[in-house]
T-cell receptor, first 111, second 117 residues
Framework: AQRVTQPEKLLSVFKGAPVELKCNYS??????LFWYVQYSRQRLQLLLR??SRESIKGFTADLNKGETSFHLKKPFAQEEDSAMYYCALSGGGGSQGNLIFGKGTKLSVKP | GAVVSQHPSRVICKSGTSVKIECRSLDFQATTMFWYRQFPKQSLMLMAT?????????EQGVEKDKFLINHASLTLSTLTVTSAHPEDSSFYICSARDRVGGPYGYTFGSGTRLTVV
């Protein structure tokens, strides 16, 4: 079964501390993995996708197929990073399939 | 970048009436659009996949006669909540995808807050 698991509902860190938001997935084929961010009262925005291997706003995420994980990391958290973060999966290999979302992790960065 | 426009952002309607929500891709063609529902403090739940020129594919447990989806063009999909009831009150979000492997991936609308009184 296709599934995305974000084990932490809430993650609270101090400004300047490293942050890691965990994401594990279950998928039988070759999925496409995404991280989306939703700031307060704003729409979902794409943060990262694993195929582009970019670093956005200091965040990185590496797809680990052995551990079926796609954890989101940032070495030094900022207050403006406080938001809801959703890990999502889509069937790869030419699929136009829908996104399957994790339950989300609320990141709170304290001053 | 890709933009998806969703209207209205907020609507209050009386029980028993119908409400139409529009989702437009502004600068790209979207052969596939997705409709989600988000309950407070919960994740997005896929309701249906809308394909241009064909019938929508509904997820299990979603009433197709209640949530009518029309994807008449490559840039417009509509969701009509028919005979709305208070339990239909929720946050509805649409999403569109450009071509597979395209630069934009999935782009989301700003959502519609529906309140049925």
């Amino acid at each position: 079964a296709q599934r995305v698991t974000q084990p932490e509902k809430l993650l609270s860190v101090f400004k300047g501390a490293p942050v890691e938001l965990k994401c594990n997935y279950s998928y039988s084929g070759s999925p496409e993995l995404f991280w989306y961010v939703q700031y307060s009262r704003q729409r979902l925005q794409l943060l990262l996708r694993h195929i582009s291997r970019e670093s956005i706003k200091g965040f990185t995420a590496d797809l680990n197929k052995g551990e079926t994980s796609f954890h989101l990391k940032k070495p030094f958290a900022q207050e403006e990073d406080s938001a809801m973060y959703y890990c999502a999966l889509s069937g790869g290999g030419g699929s136009q399939g829908n996104l399957i979302f994790g339950k989300g992790t609320k990141l709170s960065v304290k001053p | 970048g890709a933009v998806v426009s969703q209207h209205p952002s907020r609507v209050i309607c009386k029980s028993g009436t119908s409400v139409k929500i529009e989702c437009r891709s502004l600068d790209f063609q979207a052969t596939t659009m997705f409709w989600y529902r988000q309950f407070p403090k919960q994740s997005l739940m896929l309701m249906a996949t809308s394909n241009e020129g064909s019938k929508a594919t509904y997820e299990q447990g979603v009433e197709k006669d209640k949530f009518l989806i029309n994807h008449a063009s490559l840039t417009l999909s509509t969701l009509t909540v028919t005979s709305a009831h208070p339990e239909d009150s929720s946050f509805y979000i649409c999403s569109a995808r450009d071509r597979v492997g395209g630069p934009y991936g999935y782009t989301f609308g700003s959502g519609t807050r529906l309140t049925v009184v």
